[in-house]
């Protein structure tokens, strides 16, 4: 049991649950079944990267040289039109910083060129995404956010760089800190209909891959995806990255990825600012798999939340909706960037 207490730093951080969303699996699925997706004007920018792979970024807000800029990153199955990311990058806007949304290789509404893809554990494409942002705006103070598995290929990243971190300050929410934790809790009760949900958009999302490189003669590719062997039976998340992700990534098996790819074992290294939200009734995480005070460094503050689900903390009225996330990150970014001016 870790000693966590959510502590807010102002009394406009408190997270008020909504009273007709009771539990976490309302919480959970709300927003991405009910709201109205936020209406933005984006510029899509394809960053090339140095294996002959893209990933494609979306910008939206203001462009002068040295406005703040914040990088989002979606988690799995999502991508830059996840309704969380453009309700953050709304507000980002409405306060006059800018930001980018990644989107993760193949997630973009186009196949990547190569048969890898994207995974928890992907910082190096995250690293070459901010080597571009600083070489692109160097006079823009850069910041980044990252939900769920962006969260978890964030917190990797910031521990990996430590003192040389270019970033000056992250949000991590709903974090899975414990890859083969959360790949067992998301196997249990109603979670299942998560799990089931994740199994038939990335099986989806490899078949894609494979129709993509047969149609345009990419043999070698084509092989590459074959020899991992059939597509039918994976339904668990044990199944799918034993199977898929760790061969086609250099791991030697699931628990090798999970164990090298887990965010939790990286937070003692982070130096920045950093501010992790989080919710004890998660549906796809163990409350035991948060981690411990003692393995946060110090830059690090942890906000557990007793309700919020998984990517949900929603709060207001039925007629008005509210959204913490959207309130708490461009205000707690902003008190940071106060700190450092």
Known sequence: MTSFQFNPDASRAAFLPAWWLPGPHLQTL?????????????????????????????????????????????????????????GLQQKLA???????????????????????????????????????????????????????????VLLKYLGETADDCPLQAAVAVSVPYRLDQCADRIGLGFSRVYQAHFMREMVAYVKSKQHHFAYHGQSDHLSTLEQLGPLDGLRTFWDFDGRITAPLHGFADAQDYYRRASSRYYLGGIRIPTLLIQAADDPFVFRHSLPEAHELSASTQMELHPNGGHVGFIEGTPKTPAYYLERRIPTWLRGQSKLRG
């Open 94 to 152: 409405a306060q006059g910083w800018a930001s980018i949304a990644i989107n993760w290789r193949g997630c973009s509404g186009e196949p990547n060129l190569l048969p890898r893809s994207y995974h928890s554990g992907a910082s190096e494409d995250l690293a070459a995404t901010v080597a571009h942002l600083r070489a692109s705006r160097p006079l823009a103070p850069l910041y980044a956010v990252g939900f769920s598995l962006g969260g978890n």
């Open 30 to 86: 709300w927003s991405p079944f009910c709201r109205t997706p936020p209406q933005l004007e984006r510029q899509r920018e394809r960053l090339w990267l140095e294996d002959g792979d893209f990933l494609d970024l979306d910008w939206h807000g203001p462009h002068e040289a040295s406005t703040p800029l914040v990088l989002v990153l979606h988690g799995l199955t999502g991508s830059s039109s996840s309704l969380y990311v453009l």
